[in-house]
């Protein structure tokens, strides 16, 4: 594992000599030399990332290639004459640009909200005298003092230590707080020099004092702050892919306005210039105007989805990009558990006990065979809860929240939790036998004793490591009976610790005996040499840091969603591959590769790993940026979810991000795409619905879109391959009437359609497969185009025939002329209603799903046709569009249109589902 340079260089050297390097001493810093040093190394802060320009985030909501095409589609159509609708089309792309501002805007002055960086005061030591200082002020070579529930303000050395444990969790992702001290060891990890303390971690117990040895953005906080910074951020795959479809309509729009515009020279000899117009005409056709503002409402609604959700999106495009997800690469502490030690057994030598409820609730009770016992009844468990509260530094105040405030170790405060599940009154019982002494853990000695003064008695308290503890005992209580402990107690015992360990569970022993008193003079000479021997062995409280309950659920629909779930955390691997198991994310056949592993593995070993079941445990921060920079190479969309700062560069590499926005780091925040403020994993599995039903609601947009694209090419056609003897049938103003009037609503209510049935027992999407498919077209074009088309023709040549044809010649003006162009377009829009009706679902019967479902679709239905009424009766508008009104022959024509197209139309998804088992 490589060392940091605090590793490397300040925690090993003579504490004389650092001082002297910092220039300072143990009384700390002057004013005015604290004054230099912050104007050298500037305040003790966190800098993010520097925040794009107001102005640029504004304009690149309106230079996206979309928006490009709509700036130019909006300049043709005022080419071709029709102003109003080239402004309109600009006003399009105004108002879809403001709305995607505004929704980003929002997002990310809510994620501001989220952020706070390092703690706010420090007493620091300036001028020889305390001070209690903004953390900002701090600077190298100042020396500062700890308390239990203090954030570390800087990286700095211990000078001064007593019980001193740290939880670096976000740091490590390790559970178990580290012990610290003032003599120097080197311990298994990053982060393990038992005499240096980290910014960003949290002192659970003890106090001491520290020189600063690094400040803000050169301490390892920042440093890991600095490596997320420095990642570019790369467009979402929705950002890729409409790229991509924008190409691809372009030059569809191109190459159909090429071949009309020479077919209008060749066929029907138009000059060149009128030619020009009648082809743009067409390539604005085949434009789809609304599908930006479609994909901005798609995304904004989820966006609103996911918020009730307590899930705070901070770019729409990620709502999609979760929804493409293939693989989550998930830390453990926090995400997937609940970040509480919990104690769920008592081990006796007599009896075993469950205790029930999780986490620092007091919501449980002892069990044993399924039936509450009392406490009262095993004098053995008496002693073990006396114990294990006395020899505790920790207290847990309850609040209005489910979850109390903790001031001590996690581990400590699961003892006080388990004592009052069982009903145990410590404070009663700690005035009866007050504290008189205490000998602080330290990890040498690995077990902390309290001494406890009766009338005539000393009571010694000790709780610590099996292996090393066991050994000091001599007697074991069951039940009522003490007697000599035997090789076979030991090997039981042994056995039971292993059981619990294979488990991912960890134990701790808890001991204890009694003294005569004598007189005060006695205390004061007791030691861990004549006090910590001669015990009597009680048991084990076993403990772990439990699943979140809805953790099952949720990876459940991941794997039907056939989404791999990597487990990769700083834990150990036994309590790893535990959790990893327990919840069901591997089965217990997975391999798991330690962080020391990763380091000697090559790109083609790693590939190889992740390929299978894999746990990552014990890894460092750029471990799980290789991680996921490797699952990339290979072809998979990685979310990656986390709180600490070591989830933080993974996150900023990853497809997206997802912090923890309770239990999350400033700088994970900051680097995540997506932030759940209720810290529930769950709600990625709701994103992932919504990012796949947006991405479904786009394509049942496109689908919707180009049905018209062919029935409005087809009058055009016939226009130009019958050398004009069938006069248009079909204006280009009547065209646009369609694209930017009545398909504009029931599109966009095409886009907010809720998750089709079965939406998450589908594979995710392949990297290579795209919004305009193979399918989608000959869907579109061959299918419902098709029977526009063919029933569009008929209504232009129904009411030529009902004027005479073919007696008579078609006409080319007049209000019969116009009647029958008007009965183009209404046939048009009368086969969109029924599209729109379709396209609510790929397979599943719109019946299914309620006919009356979507009121948006249905919305934009009597929009349309209320819009078709004006261009059809409205004086002054009917010059404009070509329009005359209609008899109501065409009326009963028109009404009964959709209904057989869409019967027809759920015939063909009732084959489909029973083709494919939909």
């Known amino acids: 594992m490589k060392k940091n340079q605090l ?23 002057s004013q005015i030399e ?13 800098h993010r990332n520097q925040q794009k320009s107001q102005l640029k985030a504004f304009l690149k909501n309106f230079a996206s290639l979309m928006a490009m095409l709509l700036w130019v589609s909006g300049l043709i159509a005022i080419l071709t004459g029709s102003i109003e609708l080239g402004i309109a089309i600009w006003l399009v792309n105004i108002i879809n640009g403001l709305f995607s501002f505004w929704q980003e805007h929002k997002a990310q002055k809510a994620t501001d909200s ?27 070579g100042d020396v500062f003092q700890l308390q239990a529930g203090n954030s570390v303000p800087a990286d700095a050395r211990l000078l001064e230590a007593t019980s001193i444990q740290v939880d670096q969790s976000a740091l490590t992702g390790e559970t178990v707080p580290e012990s610290k001290t003032v003599k120097f060891k080197n311990g298994e990890g990053k982060f393990s020099e038992s005499n240096i303390v980290y910014a960003g971690t949290t002192v659970g117990s003890g106090d001491g004092k520290a020189v600063v040895l690094a400040t803000g953005m050169n301490t390892e906080f920042g440093k890991i702050a ?29 190459a159909v306005g090429l071949v009309f515009f020479v077919a209008a020279i060749l066929f029907v000899h138009h000059p060149i210039a009128q030619s020009f117009v009648f082809a743009l005409g067409m390539i604005v056709a085949f434009i789809p105007e609304g599908l930006l503002p479609t994909v901005t409402l798609s995304l904004a609604q989820a966006v609103q989805r996911m918020a009730k959700k307590h899930a705070l999106v901070k770019d729409l495009n990620s709502v999609e990009t979760l929804g493409e997800t293939s693989v989550i690469c998930s830390d453990k502490t926090g995400t997937l558990t609940q970040n509480q030690m919990t104690v769920n057994h008592i081990w006796l030598m007599g009896n075993v006990y469950t205790v029930t409820g999780q986490g620092y609730i007091n919501n449980g009770q002892l069990k044993q065979e399924n039936k509450a016992v009392n406490y009262h009844d095993d004098p053995a468990l008496i002693q073990l809860l006396r114990v294990s509260t006395f020899n505790n530094d920790t207290t847990v105040e309850l609040s209005s929240e489910k979850k109390p405030k903790i001031l001590g170790t996690p581990t400590e405060a699961a003892l006080v939790i388990m004592a009052q599940k ?7 019982e700690l005035k009866q036998m007050p504290r008189v002494k205490e000998l602080p853990f330290d990890s040498d000695r690995k077990r902390m004793t309290t001494i406890h003064q009766t009338k005539d008695k000393l009571f010694v308290a000790v709780k610590g490591s099996l292996d090393g503890l066991l050994q000091q005992c001599t007697k074991i209580q069951i039940n009522g009976d003490i007697r000599p402990i035997t090789a076979d107690d030991i090997k039981k015992i042994n056995q039971a610790n292993k059981n619990y360990a294979t488990k991912g569970l960890r134990s701790l022993a808890i001991t204890y005996k009694t003294i005569d008193f004598k007189d005060k003079s006695q205390i004061d000479n007791l030691n861990a040499d004549n006090t910590e021997n001669d015990l009597i062995f009680l048991g084990l409280t076993v403990m772990a840091d439990p699943p979140r309950p809805e953790i099952y659920d949720a990876v459940k629909k991941c794997h039907d969603a056939s989404i791999k ?53 014990r890894v460092a921060p750029e471990q799980k940026y290789k991680i996921v920079s490797t699952l990339q190479e290979m072809g998979q ?29 400033d700088v994970a925040k900051d680097a995540a795409n997506m932030i759940l403020t209720d810290d529930n994993f769950a709600s990625i599995v709701a994103a992932i619905e919504e990012g796949r039903t947006v991405y479904s609601n786009i394509q049942k947009f496109l689908l919707y879109i180009f049905n018209s694209n062919v029935p409005e090419a087809i009058p055009s056609a016939l226009f130009l391959l019958s050398r004009g003897l069938i006069p248009l049938p079909l204006t280009v103003l009547q065209i646009l009437a369609v694209d930017l009037g009545t398909d504009m609503l029931p599109a966009l209510g095409l886009g907010s359609e809720q998750p089709e049935p079965g939406i998450m027992n589908q594979k995710p999407r392949a990297h290579n497969s795209h919004l305009l498919n193979k399918h989608l077209i000959l869907t579109a074009f061959a299918w419902y185009g098709a029977i526009a088309s063919l029933v569009s023709t008929i209504a232009y040549f129904f009411v030529n025939y ?44 719109v019946f299914k799903l309620g006919i009356f479902n979507n009121h948006r679709v249905w919305a934009g239905i009597v929009f349309e046709v209320i819009l078709l009424a004006i261009l059809v009766y409205t004086p002054g508008i009917q010059e404009v569009f070509n329009t005359a009104p209609l008899q109501i022959n065409d009326w009963i024509f028109l009404v009964i249109v959709p209904i057989p197209i869409f019967l027809i139309e759920e015939l063909r998804k009732l084959i489909a589902r029973r083709k494919y088992n939909h």
């Open 7 to 29: 590793q490397s260089s300040y925690a090993n050297e003579p504490l004389d000599k650092l001082l002297q390097d910092l220039k300072t001493s143990k009384n700390g810093l």
């Open 34 to 46: 604290a004054d230099n040093r912050k104007n050298k190394y500037g305040p003790n802060t966190i």
């Open 114 to 140: 989220l952020m706070a960086m390092l703690p706010t005061y420090t007493r620091v030591f300036r001028n020889g005298k305390i001070e209690q200082l903004n953390s900002k002020e701090i600077v190298p």
């Open 226 to 254: 600095s490596l997320t910074q420095k990642q570019n951020t790369t467009a979402s795959p929705l950002q890729q892919e409409l790229n991509r479809l924008t190409k691809q309509i372009s030059l569809i729009a191109i």
């Open 422 to 428: 069982a009903g145990f009154d410590t404070s009663k």
């Open 565 to 617: 779930i990597i487990m990769v955390t700083g834990d150990s691997e036994i309590t790893a591959k535990s959790v990893a198991v327990k919840i069901g994310i591997t089965s217990d056949k997975a391999r798991v590769v330690t962080g020391t592993e990763l380091d000697q593995m090559n790109s083609k070993d790693l590939k190889q790993a992740l390929q299978g079941e894999v746990i990552f445990a």
């Open 637 to 665: 969309i990685v979310a990656s979810t986390g709180d600490g700062v070591n989830d933080a560069p993974a996150l900023k590499k990853a497809n997206i991000g997802v912090a923890m926005g309770v239990t999350g780091t």
């Open 802 to 845: 009902q004027n005479g044809w073919p007696m008579k010649d078609l006409m080319s003006s007049g209000i019969v002329y116009n009647r029958a162009t008007t009965m183009t377009l209404a046939a048009i829009i009368f086969c969109q209603i029924a599209a729109a009706l379709n396209c609510q679902t790929k397979y599943t019967s």
